[in-house]
């Protein structure tokens, strides 16, 4: 399957950023981590993040054009704001997973708006680096309960 990860603003100072609410793994740490995990099941993955806007929205129209068949996306700060990139998120017909390393639900008030989540498929909060984890099992079906 071909799977794409995109990771939004700041995601790229993962371990050198706030590390009480991001925790301590930096983004090569989180790059290996996807990179392996398809690799072992046999999936074709990029992992990209800009902290661009518009570089997030080219991504996502290439994707497009490439055939991608599930998209993973941290969209950051772009999260509670970019209308932008939920118009781009709408216009591809590809199962989109929202991730959020923290639990945006506990913190500030601007964080517990997501423009974007309503044009992807589902969201995952809250749950560390192991929701891209977890998005990828859902996207590639490996989250099927038994008997289905
Ligand atoms: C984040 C949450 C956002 O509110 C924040 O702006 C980020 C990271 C997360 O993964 O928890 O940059 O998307």
Redesign the pocket.
Known sequence: MKLLVING???NFLGIREKGIYGTEDYEYLKDLLQNKAKAEGHELEVFQSNYEGAIIDKIQEAYHTKVEGIII?P??F??YSYAVRDALASVEIPKIEV???N?HKREEF?HTSVTAPACTGQIVGLGLKGYLLAMDYLTGRAQPAGF
């Open positions: 603003p700041n995601l941290n950051g700060a999260t509670h959020h390393i923290s945006v964080r």
